[in-house]
């Protein structure tokens, strides 16, 4: 069984920015992609990055591309996200997930966190 449990989220404003922690436990770590997830009230999950097993490739959403950044410490089971420059629109609940390779679709990923709160205040 795999946990995931998140933390960095908060209040900021904008132009501000955050990183996002995901700490993984119960497997091994890096065997595994690892995707960072977003929902807005109202909107489908939608994703916003995702790195490969050993961190070799990274994949964005358009909307986060130049200002997000996936990284991953496989020694540590922790997963990154750090974000700069944050916008409104921004705004959700963040959640990391864990599966067999990097895909745009939630339903590949095994494991998710419980997700944390972003909020960009204009």
């Known amino acids: 069984q795999v946990q995931l449990v998140e933390f960095g989220g908060g209040l900021v404003q904008t132009g501000g920015s955050l990183r996002l922690s995901c700490a993984a436990s119960?497997?091994?770590?890096?065997?595994?992609?690892m995707a960072w997830f977003r929902q807005a009230p109202g909107k489908e999950r939608e994703f916003v990055a995702g790195?490969?097993?050993?961190?070799?490739?990274?994949y964005y959403a358009d909307s986060v591309k130049g200002r997000f950044t996936i990284s991953r410490d496989n020694p540590k089971n922790t997963v990154y996200l750090q974000m700069t420059t944050l916008k409104p629109e921004d705004t959700a609940v963040y959640y990391c997930?864990?599966?067999?390779?990097?895909?745009?679709?939630?339903?590949?990923?095994?494991?998710w966190g419980q997700g944390t709160q972003v909020t960009v205040s204009s």
């Open positions: 997930a864990l599966g067999p390779y990097v895909r745009r679709e939630p339903a590949v990923y095994d494991y």
């Open positions: 790195i490969s097993r050993q961190g070799l490739i990274r």
């Open positions: 119960g497997r091994a770590f890096s065997s595994y992609a």
